[in-house]
């Protein structure tokens, strides 16, 4: 029989039905069980059946059959209360021909899978152990009416899945990619965000909730899945922080994506603004650092060029002393692992270009300004062993953060204390910093090392003007405000902070450093000097010769 036809027969019959078991039951609740019994195989076996001669015979005879089953598993005991039969297994599922056919139970078996977990627990209790509503109450400890009520809104659920077509979530049809992630802050022992993120799944959990929060059911819904499958992946990105439960049951994340749209103009206005930055400091900043750095006489430099150590100073100096602030409490936005991990995440993903036709402004250089960084590392085996680097296109450092290592520092400590030698015993400790070329060729150390307390060093960088940092911060808050309305509102005010706290970073130091090698205040630098550009390490003592 077409779908079409045997739904307007069962609205027909609903009413007789359900008149039918009031006569047959003790209670109304015990009614409309029993009639939804009826029904729903009334429903089932049209749908499998062709054309029926006799409707009103073939529906009658239908719930005689249900009301026989029910007689003989139920009724014996007349005149009790179902709430109070414990132990009685009501099988309403058995060996009756329901018509169901294999499609509509793929179907069923899906929907069930949308349900909560409580309800998918006491749907699954009665339906498929035949336990009796008395023994699922007691097992979950919920009133019998509560456990009827569960049961009733699940059968009201599953209707609407067998009766409108579940919409597919947009993550389910095109799931969001990482190309990139990044951390600030402290990396637990199991590494970064990539660690909990690097999982398709577990990253479109997340991403699903970035712009507005959602419950598991919705979550589901937007990836396609069933919320069994996402259940323990959602605890987990809870308990380390990648999710935050709201109201409602629902779940947000302080994870930051990058914007879905960006425009090459904006992009420009903001290398302009920094540039002009940069020319700023080049005139009024960078001859202060370059005095401050002239008085500090205890530094090893490799190869022995004065301004290798003059350029990373400058580079500190940007980074560490230039830093713009603002009032807002971010604190919410960190995200703290189980793992020791306290840090905040970003996620880079794709972004469409708003404007791929702008031409762009030829007077603007547009280089790779990208960094890694700052990357501070000390010791707890010796405390005067400290570390400072930033990865940019000035060095040939290779591996990022995961590949500097607090290791690598303390063997170049015990190298130049004499503590080990180039022996068989110490041969990975020496394979190691050959590898990261801090150790040349010819066995010399061939990094940066200033030999006094890395707080000391922090202390004899002079600080730029308060008046340039003012005029800097306001450059940088008015920017800040437009960024930030590219996303949702509980990433805002972190996108205001990070904007605003780097907007004089990394980017404009390296924009420093271009104009002091391209005017040649500085000769370009060889092979060996970028292993140490941009690095300098800490320790009370230096190699031999020293500068």
């Known amino acids: 029989m077409e779908k079409q036809k045997a739904d307007k027969l069962i609205l027909k019959f609903s009413s007789k039905v359900y ?46 059959h249900v009301y026989a089953k029910y007689v003989n598993q139920i009724k014996q005991k007349k005149g009790v209360s179902l709430d109070m039969l414990d ?28 349900l909560s977990s409580s309800r998918r627990e006491i749907v699954y209790s009665f339906y498929y152990e035949g336990k009796s509503i008395a023994q699922i109450a007691k097992e979950h400890k919920l009133p019998a009416g509560t456990v009827k009520w569960h049961l009733n809104k699940a059968r009201n659920d599953l209707k609407e899945g067998f009766t409108m077509e579940r919409k597919i979530g947009k993550l389910g049809l095109s799931p969001v990619k990482a190309l990139g992630f990044s951390h600030n802050g402290v990396p637990g022992s199991n590494g970064g965000p990539e660690f909990y993120l690097q999982d398709k799944i577990s990253l479109n959990i997340v991403y699903s909730v970035y712009e507005s929060p959602k419950t598991v059911q919705e979550i589901a819904e937007d990836l396609g899945m069933t919320p069994v499958y996402l259940e323990d992946r959602i605890e987990l990105l809870v308990a380390n922080g990648f999710l935050t439960e709201t109201k409602g049951k629902r779940y947000t994340t302080y994870v930051r994506f990058s914007p879905k749209q960006i425009s090459l103009e904006a992009e420009d206005n903001i290398r302009r603004m920094k540039q002009k930055v940069a020319k700023l400091l080049v005139e009024k900043y960078v001859p202060e650092v370059r005095k401050a750095a002239a008085s500090i006489k205890d530094v090893y430099i490799p190869g022995g060029n004065r301004e290798l150590f003059e350029a990373a100073a400058i580079f500190y100096a940007i980074v560490n002393k230039c830093v713009l602030h603002t009032d807002r409490d971010i604190s919410k936005n960190r995200i703290t692992t189980l793992d020791g991990g306290d840090y905040f995440v970003n996620v880079e993903i794709n972004s469409k270009i708003v404007d791929p036709d702008y031409k762009g402004d030829s007077t603007l250089i547009r280089k790779d300004y990208s960094a890694c960084g700052s990357m501070t590392r000390d010791s707890q085996k010796y405390p005067c062993v400290y570390s400072w680097s930033v990865d940019s296109r000035f060095d040939s450092r290779k591996g990022g953060w995961q590949n500097n290592l607090n290791s690598d520092y303390e063997s170049v400590y015990e190298i130049i204390t004499n503590a080990i030698s180039d022996t068989k015993a110490n041969a990975e400790k020496f394979k190691r910093l050959r590898e990261r070329g801090f150790i040349s060729k ?29 005029e800097f911060a306001k450059y940088a808050l008015d920017q800040a405000m437009v960024q930030a309305k590219q996303y949702p509102p509980q990433i805002q005010d972190i996108v205001i902070v990070d904007f605003v706290s780097n907007f004089i970073g990394s980017s404009v130091a390296m924009m420093v450093l271009d104009e002091l090698y391209e005017t040649k205040v500085f000769r370009p630098l060889t092979s060996d000097e970028k292993i140490t550009a941009n690095l300098l390490m800490f320790c009370d003592t230096i190699p031999m010769v020293s500068m």
């Open 19 to 64: 008149g039918f078991a009031v006569k047959k039951s003790f209670s109304y609740d015990e009614a409309e069980e029993l009639s939804a019994e009826m029904l729903k195989e009334v429903y089932l076996s049209m749908l499998k059946a062709g054309d029926i001669v006799n409707v009103e015979g073939y529906v009658w005879r239908i719930c005689e």
């Open 87 to 114: 132990g009685i297994e009501m099988h309403y599922f058995d060996d009756y021909d329901l018509g169901e056919t294999e499609e509509e139970i793929r179907k069923l078996r899906k929907e069930i899978g949308f």
């Open 442 to 470: 010819d066995g010399k150390i061939n990094i940066m090392i200033v030999q006094e307390r890395a707080d000391a060093f922090y202390n004899q960088i002079p600080a730029p003007q308060k008046e340039l940092l003012d």
